[in-house]
């Protein structure tokens, strides 16, 4: 699974740019606010059809725009190749794969699998929750259609119970028919994430070791409401209290991940270095399972990957990207002649461009 050109038109700080990328490591250099991380955000969006940093779309149009467009050419692991083209504006999105547009944008989640390691992802381990179920649904809505339509019925059917709740509805038989409907939908969630967590933590550790020299023990564990009884049963329960509380406390909505090192909440004991090692082993195991569900490698987003790591782990960290087990690479970093220099040493099959203003210029 490969991007082989993209054209970016009024996204972000870019005007408009094509680019044309090789089949292993694409780097990208440049300052703070050039573009490097607005030109991955683009090839992410191409495949989750939304910004892996802006909670709302008018944040990515160009400025003095009021709407933007993207358009990705990309060699399909079997089959002809494939272009997948999105245009939003204030009136919403059109997705299209050859010019043929998606009925509903979720039925092309998981068509173009990709990973992002990002310096943002520090919120998963400095922030609540939301961050880290983020994290999980981006995981799984690629793998699996059933736990994405699974988790949109279930975010509906609790804005529902909510807006009920508030207007201080009375009315029993309502509720229960939208609890059932939560239950029903909150258990392949359920199931899903603790497999998923069960099945990244051993990942984790393994590739933590393989960044860090092994000196430290990390895992990654589930916590959900549905570990003391199903979710029809502790809403009803709770009925009497949301009422008054006006909000729904009991759900796979408040489900959490638990990250540790050595036994203790990585948040806490962890250094800057040591959470980003972390946050870069979660990712790397996402990648791993993911290519295992699709048995082809996802696109791999590494931006300002050498943040707070020192040259040792980077080193292990770029010696292992350049192996076989990972397949096209999308690296940025703001040192062209540190990322020149290592990149130089482990493969020539690569790319170069530099960001200036939004502009890319290829450097051979």
């Known amino acids: 699974m490969d991007i082989r050109k993209i054209v970016v038109q009024d996204f972000r700080n870019i005007e408009l740019q094509e680019l044309e990328f090789c089949p292993n490591l694409n780097c990208i250099s440049g300052g703070n606010g050039e573009g490097k991380t607005n030109l991955l955000d683009a090839i992410w969006y191409l495949?989750?059809?939304?910004?892996?940093?802006?909670?709302s779309d008018k944040f990515n149009f160009r400025h003095g725009c009021s709407s933007f467009a993207l358009s990705g050419l990309y060699e399909m692991p079997s089959g002809p190749d494939t272009r997948i083209s999105i245009q939003v504006d204030s009136s919403g999105k059109k997705l299209r794969r050859d010019d043929k547009p998606y009925p509903r944008l979720a039925d092309h989640i998981g068509l173009v699998p990709v990973v992002m390691v990002s310096p943002s992802d520090v919120v998963m381990v400095s922030e609540s929750g939301d961050e880290r179920r983020r994290f999980s649904n981006a995981l799984l809505s690629q793998m699996s259609a059933e736990y994405l339509n699974a988790v949109q019925n279930y975010t509906r059917l609790l804005l529902q119970r909510?807006?009920?709740?508030?207007?201080?509805?009375?009315?029993?038989?309502?509720?229960?028919?939208?609890?059932?409907?939560?239950?029903?939908?909150a258990q392949p969630v359920y199931e899903?994430?603790?497999?998923?967590?069960?099945?990244?933590s051993p990942l984790v550790q393994s590739f933590y070791s393989r960044i860090s020299g092994g000196r430290e023990n990390v895992s990654v564990s589930y916590r959900s409401d549905l570990d003391k009884a199903p979710l029809e049963k502790l809403l009803r329960e709770r009925r009497e209290k949301d009422s008054i509380l006006k909000f729904t406390g009991a759900g796979v909505h408040r489900d959490d991940f638990i990250f540790e090192m050595d036994g203790y909440p990585i948040r806490k004991c962890g250094s800057q270095g040591q959470q980003k090692s972390f946050l870069v082993a979660l990712k790397f195991a996402q990648y791993s399972l993911m290519k295992g569900r699709y048995g082809y490698a996802p696109i791999l987003l590494l931006d300002d990957l050498f943040d707070k790591l020192d040259m040792?782990?980077?080193?292990?960290?770029?010696?292992?990207?350049?192996?076989?087990?990972?397949?096209?690479?999308?690296?940025?970093?703001?040192?062209?002649?540190?990322?020149?220099?290592?990149?130089?040493?482990?493969?020539?099959?690569?790319?170069?461009?530099e960001a200036k203003g939004g502009a890319f210029t290829r450097n051979e």
């Not at 807006?163 to 029993?172: S, V």
């Open 47 to 55: 495949s989750m059809t939304k910004s892996a940093f802006a909670s």
């Open 162 to 185: 909510n807006r009920l709740l508030k207007d201080g509805c009375t009315d029993a038989e309502l509720l229960d028919v939208v609890e059932e409907g939560m239950a029903s939908n």
């Open 192 to 200: 899903m994430r603790r497999a998923m967590a069960e099945d990244l």
């Open 312 to 353: 040792g782990r980077v080193q292990n960290l770029l010696a292992m990207v350049a192996g076989n087990d990972f397949g096209q690479i999308f690296l940025s970093d703001s040192n062209k002649v540190r990322l020149s220099g290592i990149v130089d040493s482990l493969t020539t099959e690569r790319t170069y461009y």
